[in-house]
């Protein structure tokens, strides 16, 4: 195990230069770009001062798993700048879209005022399921039409025809799953 190859991985994933962690651990940087490019081995004294600086421990330095580092975790900004315009000009924010073995599809669709899906109904290709969070929709499935409320949810078999429409006044927020 590359001590040096280690430290330099978990510092970039935490997103610190070698400045910063040189500042947080109170050493020099290019004591860190020493260690990181194999030219200093560092005492175990001297590593637990600088994980301390990130913060980590000894133990959780050298179990930690580098090969699966992708972040499960999706920032509202991230997720807004990779937006998609949906039928009827509805918005959809998808989670997980870069890991290609997901099973899932979750969603967080904003309807605007007066926002359609269109006249056509809409077919899932798989079991939906929905929940509110925001304003209110209608959902029509078949020939019954249904009033969404705050906290209301749904469930849709596949092939069911549905449409939803935003009949509010201000923008309604609907968070669905469904299986890729």
């Keep these: 195990m590359d001590v ?22 109170g050493v020099t940087n290019s004591n860190i770009s020493m260690i990181e490019q194999g030219q200093v ?21 050298f179990a930690c798993d580098l090969q699966n580092t992708d972040s499960p975790v999706y ?5 807004q700048q990779k937006q998609v315009l949906g039928p009827g000009g509805f918005t959809r924010e998808r989670l997980a879209l870069d890991k290609p073995d997901r099973r899932l599809d979750t969603q967080r669709q904003t309807f605007p005022a ?27 499935l078949g020939m019954q039409v249904h009033h969404l409320h705050q906290g209301d949810g749904f469930y849709l078999l596949p092939q ?21």
Excluded: H, W, Y
Aim: net charge positive.
């Design 4 to 25: 040096g190859l280690r430290l330099q991985s978990i510092r970039k994933l935490r997103g610190l230069s070698q400045r910063e962690l040189a500042k947080r651990a």
């Design 41 to 61: 081995s560092p005492s175990i004294n001297s590593l637990a001062r600088l994980l301390g600086g990130i913060p980590m421990t000894l133990a959780q330095f």
């Design 75 to 79: 920032s509202a900004k991230e997720l």
């Design 114 to 140: 007066g926002c359609d899906t269109g006249a056509e109904p809409l077919r899932a290709q798989s079991e939906v399921t929905g929940m509110l969070i925001s304003g209110q929709l209608e959902l029509t």
């Design 160 to 180: 069911q025809p549905f449409r939803v429409r935003n009949l509010g006044a201000s923008d309604a927020v609907l968070v669905v799953t469904s299986l890729k």
